[in-house]
């Protein structure tokens, strides 16, 4: 049956459980008498989908309080054991996997590193070793906190490339800069047979999970808009709409900042990432006469770059002069992030941009205030004065928790029920009156 809108009563109930889910998960506990004002649904309609959540395991009483003059009003709130994700990053230098309940509580994390060795940097992604890492993960989080997988809304994966989709494969990452050339990682994953074929994956850009965790639980909550930037061995971001609105990746860290400049790892001439990410810094470090120390991974020859370019004052308030090199090099790349932090501004016109990535809030820490008077600088005056550059508040693991947040999003899409068929409905009379004319 189909209401004047188009939408079927199937839709409409669907539509006020995922309201009453949304508002109990972002502002719960809450009364029913409060879910009515905060979704705007009749006391009726709010009664009736909170039986249905409460019979179904989904929502839970969380004590009461007191009315004006009346009996105590029984709280409810979304009940964290009734469902579970996994949210995975495969990352710079590791991949992180991590087992969460409904309320993002983590259950369980194992961390696999990705070999550093050999002459090129593509050897760690051998697509072998990452799904190999993906399946022992899996399995070993699923194991330590002793959760059965059909228990799982779904495995949220954030990736460094693009990720395409098509009927025979599901989600195809093109990870130009990893060497990655429409690997069909969805399909590769589902015949390992290590899920049930009813717990979905969600494929996505890793900038984008990173965006959608800070929106929905850190530094962009509340913002209409906001531009959220991923900082490792490359340069990434993703663009957001408000904050519980599906985030947008966009290829920022290869935008050229110089015609004919440094070669990028994507085999380009001078996009940001040549200059801005982690890899290129320590190269271009090397390159002035820096040492980095030799055989150490890439963070922790970061915070040796910084350390010398910014160090630390002794109880005497003195200390070793600053490594002019390092210092050299570092101010630089703060100018060519302002100017790809002016790109965003003006092409997007956010109200926030957001820093995260591990590379980004070691460098933020020491010179954000730099980028953000370089931005100013480049960009347009009036969206200049409007926007607020910060860090990210979640931390290096955000990434797995905006993988986390995939599943989750759709699962509330669907008002907290598993995926349903669409029952198919006939065609009218005369379309099929239609399609015998034009066989014949």
């Known amino acids: 049956m189909k209401v ?20 109990l998960y972002f502002d719960g506990p809450l009364s029913r008498f409060s879910l009515g004002p905060a979704t705007g649904l009749s006391s009726g309609s709010v009664s009736n989908v909170v039986s249905e959540l409460v019979a179904e395991g989904l929502v839970e009483e969380a004590g009461s309080v007191d009315s004006a003059g009346g009996r105590p009003r029984t709280l409810l709130r979304v009940s964290a054991r009734s469902g579970y994700m996994i949210g995975v990053d495969i990352g710079e230098t590791r991949v992180r996997v991590e087992l969460f309940d409904l309320a993002l509580t983590e259950l369980a994390r194992v961390e696999r590193p990705l070999a550093t060795g050999g002459p090129r940097r593509v050897d760690r992604y051998d697509v072998g070793v990452v799904v190999g890492h993906l399946r022992e993960g899996i399995t070993e989080v699923l194991g330590e906190a002793g959760i059965a997988p059909d228990r799982l809304l779904g495995v949220g994966i954030g990736v460094p490339g693009i990720v395409a989709r098509t009927a025979e494969d599901g989600a195809v990452v093109h990870g130009q800069t990893i060497g990655w050339d429409a690997v069909p990682l969805e399909r590769l994953l589902r015949e390992s047979r290590l899920l049930p074929e009813s717990v979905p994956y969600y494929i996505d850009n890793g900038a984008k999970t990173l965006g959608q965790a800070e929106m929905w639980f850190g530094a962009g909550r509340g913002a209409q808009s906001a531009a959220v930037v991923l900082f490792g061995s490359g340069v990434g971001a993703c663009v957001v709409g408000d904050d519980t609105g599906p985030a947008r990746a966009v290829e920022w860290g290869h935008l050229t900042v110089r ?35 030799a055989g150490a991974d890439e963070e922790t020859a970061l915070t040796a770059m910084l350390a010398a370019a910014y160090p630390e004052p002794d109880e005497a308030g003195s200390g070793p002069e ?63 004065a409007r926007v607020r550059i910060d860090l990210g508040t979640l931390g290096p693991d955000a990434v797995t928790v905006g993988a986390a947040i995939l599943p989750l999003a759709d699962f509330f899409a669907r008002g907290g029920r598993p995926e349903e068929t669409e029952p198919v409905e006939p065609d009218p009379a005369w379309r099929a009156a239609l399609r015998e004319r034009s066989a014949q």
């Open 322 to 384: 600053p490594d002019a090199t390092a210092l050299a090099v570092l101010e630089e790349t703060a100018e060519y992030l302002g100017a790809g932090f002016s790109d965003l501004i003006n092409l997007f016109q956010p109200e926030r941009i957001l820093v995260g990535g591990w590379a980004g809030l070691q460098l933020g820490r020491r010179f954000l205030d730099s980028v953000t008077a370089h931005a100013t600088s480049y960009a347009l005056a009036y969206p200049a």
């Open 259 to 293: 015609v004919r400049g440094r070669r990028c790892r994507c085999g380009a001439q001078g996009c940001l990432e040549a200059y801005a990410g982690a890899e290129a810094l320590l190269q271009r470090w090397a390159e002035a006469g820096g040492r980095p120390p």
């Open 4 to 23: 004047r809108s188009g939408r079927t009563v199937r839709d409409l109930r669907r539509e006020n459980r995922t309201a009453v889910l949304q508002r």
